[in-house]
């Protein structure tokens, strides 16, 4: 596998990470077999949330013993200095470690909530002392607003690290400059959705894609054996693309448009515990005519404890929806999908 720097915290991580989203959803025995499996492959950067389920638990779980060939990365909402410090103390407890590589400020969308992370007592100013009392190593920030995201790390040199949505159908212009801006800084680039959460059809050259971009890492979900080894296939060799290749990974999200879900979050919580991102996700990943995708997408499905069957129609999610999604129609189609 090969390992880029990121950016000024100087760590050496693989240019495929793992992204913890999926794995929540997982038993915790095959998440912990699928975790160390990613390492044993030579994936050394893993990413995980508090807000994601048990995610931090299962991928402290399967680094287990191999603790020290991990580069751990995890965030929170956090906004104040309260907020950061009991929000780290429970990270490490979930994650069952002494120290977290890289702590990121998880979600930063909108400016009043940059300006709470700033201010004295904000969040920033716990980090920093975390990172002083070596709890945590490193600083950085993420978010789906590349405008504001380059204002926060043009505005401190505390965040080493910047992660952000990118993949070929969603390369506008603020997120070329977000990544020129990163590298003139020195601030390492983390990429979320490298696969436009699951709707490219070409995963591999999707990835690669990014990658010629400059990127330091991509961190694609996995909840297959199959991804995993894919993806470190494509991590050992990240060539750029051929013309030919280009114009396949073109032509196979030419019909995809702007009316997807991207996995933000920002519709959640639904009043009714209905997780909505999650089966938007599964429900594109269930699209492939691959049967055991399919089918364990339709497994994972039946396992939930709410699903779209108990939506009220009461339209929150739809006002939530930065892209203006008809969520509860999109919701129903991928309920046929997997039932
Ligand atoms: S419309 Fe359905 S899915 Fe959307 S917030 Fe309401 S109950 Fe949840
Ligand atoms: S439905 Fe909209 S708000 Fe919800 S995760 Fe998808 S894109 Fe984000």
């Known amino acids: 596998m090969q390992k880029r720097i990121l950016g000024k915290t100087g760590l050496e991580v693989s240019v495929v990470g793992f992204g913890g989203i999926p794995i929540q959803k997982l038993p915790m025995r095959e998440a912990r077999r699928?975790?160390?499996?990613?390492?044993?492959?030579?994936?050394?950067?893993?990413?995980?949330?508090?807000?994601?389920?048990?995610?931090?638990?299962?991928?402290?779980?399967?680094?287990?013993?191999?603790?020290?060939?991990?580069?751990?990365?995890?965030?929170?909402?956090?906004?104040?200095?309260?907020?950061?410090?009991?929000?780290?103390?429970?990270?490490?407890?979930?994650?069952?470690?002494?120290?977290?590589?890289?702590?990121?400020v998880h979600h930063v969308s909108k400016p009043f909530e940059l300006e709470k992370v700033l201010s004295p007592k904000g969040a920033l100013e716990a980090l920093v002392r975390l990172k002083k009392e070596g709890m945590i190593r490193h600083i950085g920030i993420t978010g789906h607003n590349p405008s504001l995201l380059q204002e926060a790390i043009r505005r401190t040199d505390e965040f080493e690290t910047v992660q952000f949505p990118f993949n070929i159908v969603e390369s506008e212009k603020d997120k070329f400059s977000l990544l020129n801006v990163a590298k003139q800084l020195k601030v390492g680039s983390i990429v979320m959705k490298p696969l436009a959460g699951g709707v490219i059809p070409e995963p591999q050259l999707s990835l690669r894609w990014i990658l010629q971009q400059g990127v330091d890492t991509v961190i694609p979900g996995m909840i297959l054996s199959s991804e995993i080894k894919e993806n470190v296939i494509t991590?050992?060799?990240?060539?750029?693309?051929?013309?030919?290749?280009?114009?396949?990974?073109?032509?196979?999200?030419?019909?995809?448009?702007?009316?997807?879900?991207?996995?933000?979050?920002?519709?959640?919580?639904?009043?009714?515990?209905?997780?909505?991102?999650?089966?938007?996700?599964?429900?594109?990943?269930?699209?492939?005519?691959?049967?055991?995708?399919?089918?364990?997408?339709?497994?994972?499905?039946?396992r939930l404890k709410k699903d779209v069957e108990d939506c009220t129609d009461c339209g929150e999610c739809e006002e939530k929806c930065p892209y203006q999604l008809p969520v509860r129609e999109m919701l129903r189609e991928k309920h046929k999908l997997l039932t």
């Open 235 to 302: 991590g050992e060799r990240p060539h750029p693309l051929s013309s030919e290749e280009l114009s396949r990974l073109k032509d196979s999200v030419k019909d995809i448009g702007k009316n997807f879900c991207r996995r933000c979050m920002y519709c959640e919580p639904c009043p009714e515990g209905i997780p909505i991102y999650f089966i938007q996700e599964l429900g594109d990943k269930a699209k492939v005519k691959v049967d055991e995708i399919k089918n364990m997408c339709k497994e994972i499905y039946a």
């Open 34 to 104: 699928l975790v160390g499996e990613a390492v044993e492959r030579g994936i050394n950067f893993f990413d995980t949330a508090q807000g994601y389920g048990d995610s931090e638990v299962k991928i402290g779980e399967g680094i287990k013993g191999k603790r020290n060939s991990c580069i751990l990365a995890t965030k929170s909402p956090c906004r104040t200095a309260d907020e950061a410090f009991s929000h780290v103390k429970k990270a490490l407890k979930r994650l069952k470690t002494d120290f977290i590589d890289l702590y990121q």
